[in-house]
């Protein structure tokens, strides 16, 4: 490891400085109208692009840009006077990684954070720079491989649905809210960090049984995670599997679960459109440890070797009116749960 003690206030300034210019490729040297200019594009262009990427407005005089900046900007405007894309699409690819990386990057130097605080104490902020010296080129090059991984299989449904990738399109999809129980009250008794080991078990389990179960995380949001998945058996599963994990996990509570099938508005990597709001209501009606599906979605279900249906009660839901919710149980102690073994 290239810090192995505590730094003083010089030594990680002197380190962090350096993690920087290495990160950004080199020193900054130009100001936003220079870029603009070796670009070959107006300054509204080029600060377009930059608020795209999730960055703020760089005041004119303030030299803040490097060679790696002008070339992104380059690569990208190379794009569209190509024909390849137009400047709308350019906008939206580069909003696009803007909020992504965003997000990545806090994620990941939080759980390195986490990491050195659990084995050095107070120390982990201070060690934190250090330790991204050493991990930075591996880090860099997983999300390439990761993104390409992607990518590659982003294509290949393409390839067998052309209109896969049709966002403007409805797709029949099966969309599950999977909801912590009593979240609120732990939320207030709970040490911050505590929550925080709790909502990243909680999204960390969440995630590998939807991904093992062949679904799509579509996003977490503290106590909840909205997943979709091709067909209701997938969810089904996948559902039953987080209930019963759950239940047997010390760390976070009983979770509850709504499904529902049909057509799905996809946009940014999103889902959107009434099945996702009945999903969201199914799931407030759902007891703590259970599933519960409307009667469409459970005809779907009807024959599926793995699961039983049980009717509930009539309720009234905002937004769909009269609604028997079914619940979806285990066929028995041999019915298939996801292992993440």
Excluded: C
Excluded at 272 to 285: D, E, I, K, P, W
Aim: charged letters at 25%; aromatic letters at 4%.
């Amino acid at each position: 490891m290239t810090q192995a003690g505590p730094q003083t206030s010089r030594d990680l300034r002197r380190t962090a400085t350096a993690l920087e210019l290495r990160l950004l490729g080199g020193p900054r040297r130009y100001a936003r109208r220079e870029v603009a200019k070796l670009v070959g594009v107006s300054v509204l262009s080029a600060r377009k692009l930059w608020r795209a990427l999730g960055f703020a407005n760089v005041a004119e005089e303030d030299v803040a840009f490097t060679d790696a900046d002008v070339a992104a900007l380059t690569r990208v405007v190379g794009a569209v006077r190509d024909g390849l894309i137009d400047e709308p699409t350019a906008i939206a690819l580069a909003r696009a990684v803007g909020q992504t990386t965003d997000r990545l990057v806090s994620w990941q130097v939080e759980a390195l954070l986490e990491h050195l605080r659990d084995s050095v104490g107070s120390e982990g902020s201070e060690l934190a720079v250090g330790h991204l010296v050493d991990l930075v080129d591996d880090l860099e090059q997983v999300v390439v491989y990761a993104w390409r991984r992607r990518l590659a299989a982003v294509v290949a449904r393409l390839g067998a649905d052309p209109d896969a990738g049709d966002d403007l399109q409805a797709t029949d999809l099966t969309v599950g809210f999977a909801d912590l129980v009593s979240y609120t009250r732990l939320s207030q008794r709970l040490e911050q960090r505590e929550l925080g080991q709790l909502v990243q078990r909680f999204e960390g389990l969440a995630s590998d049984v939807v991904t093992a179960g062949g679904g799509r995380v579509v996003k977490t949001v503290g106590d909840e995670v909205l997943f979709t998945t091709d067909d209701p058996g997938s969810a089904a599963v996948i559902a039953l599997s987080l209930s019963e994990l759950m239940a047997i996990d010390r760390l976070v509570p009983d979770v509850r679960v709504g499904l529902a099938h049909g057509p799905v508005l996809r946009s940014l990597g999103d889902v959107y459109g009434a099945t996702v709001n009945l999903a969201s209501r199914l799931t407030a009606l759902a007891q703590p440890g259970t599933v519960v599906t409307d009667h469409a979605t459970a005809a779907r279900l009807q024959g599926h070797p793995d699961v039983v249906l049980v009717a509930q009660r009539v309720r009234q839901v905002r937004g769909f009116g009269t609604l028997t919710p079914l619940l979806i149980a285990r066929a028995g102690p041999d019915a298939r749960l996801i292992d993440l073994d």
